[in-house]
């Protein structure tokens, strides 16, 4: 009895040390063990909807002759989440901390007018989970996923045609909650940024480039079925060639 009390004892004293060493895990343990944190449940208190800010920079782009857009792009995601803050005066000055995103509630945003419905882009899946979100003290998460999407360039016209692939096309990029109504998620912007895509770390091997996009994206949109209203992202914009290949060469 006396050993199994002695190693018991020793066992508390070794982690209590642990914790102290690295108040990061300390952190850790606070927040997602203590609290016995579920990942399944929206942050949202009261009545009020989580602000949800959204916004997309994109690194390149192509387009075929039907008109589907493939781009490569990096999904941001801001929010607060009020179960994850802390006081870093406690945990040795920790301010933030970098997480793997399974371990915490994430939007469940996917793209509306896909080429083909596709679990590896869905947001939701392992493929973004290897992307870890970034906390604040204060409860801000961000995260900041790389995506390819593949997108039908379709909109109100329902039908899209390029008699000429050199001239502007049309083209636009919808995303929104699957779920959650607008009661639930307030679509906004990510903070110092507008509602355009951003376009600073395009690429100049981009077969196609944006050449103009609407200023305004985010929309409101009350569906037959539903009686409360749903939010989502439209960003519209227009795409040029820039360049095709002949004879192994770029002509731009």
């Known amino acids: 009895l006396f050993r199994s009390q002695f190693s018991c004892c020793c066992l508390?004293?070794?982690?209590?040390?642990?914790?102290?060493?690295?108040?990061?895990?300390?952190?850790?343990d606070d927040l997602f063990e203590d609290q016995q944190y579920d990942p399944t449940i929206i942050p949202?208190?009261?009545?009020g909807a989580i602000d949800l800010g959204l916004g997309?920079?994109?690194?390149?782009?192509?387009?075929?002759?039907?008109g589907f857009l493939s781009a490569n792009v990096w999904m941001k995601y801001q929010w607060t989440d009020y179960r994850l803050t802390w006081d870093p005066e406690q945990y040795r000055g920790v301010k933030t901390i970098r997480v793997p995103a399974s371990l915490l509630w994430r939007p469940d945003i996917i793209t509306y007018n896909q080429k083909k419905y596709n679990a590896e882009i869905d947001l939701q899946t392992s493929k973004a989970d290897i992307y870890n979100v970034v906390i604040s003290s204060n409860g801000q998460v961000f995260w900041i996923p790389t995506v390819n999407l593949e997108v039908d360039c379709a909109g109100d016209e329902k039908i899209l045609t390029i008699d000429d692939p050199s001239e502007p096309q049309q083209c636009h990029i919808k995303m929104g909650s699957w779920t959650y109504d607008?009661?639930?998620?307030?679509?906004?912007?990510i903070q110092y940024e507008t509602e355009k895509m951003g376009l600073n770390e395009f690429s100049i091997n981009s077969r196609y480039v944006v050449t103009s996009q609407k200023e305004e994206s985010?929309?409101?949109?009350v569906?037959?079925?539903?009686?409360?209203p749903y939010m989502h992202v439209d960003w519209s914009f227009k795409v040029?060639?820039?360049?095709?290949i002949e004879d192994g060469k770029k002509i731009f």
Do not use: F
């Open 223 to 228: 569906y037959d079925c539903c009686p409360e």
């Open 240 to 244: 040029q060639r820039a360049y095709h």
């Open 182 to 189: 607008a009661n639930h998620i307030n679509i906004t912007t």
């Open 12 to 28: 508390a004293m070794a982690c209590s040390a642990y914790r102290e060493d690295n108040p990061i895990q300390w952190l850790m």
């Open 218 to 221: 985010i929309q409101t949109k």
């Open 44 to 47: 949202k208190e009261g009545k």
């Open 56 to 66: 997309m920079s994109v690194i390149n782009m192509d387009m075929d002759e039907a």
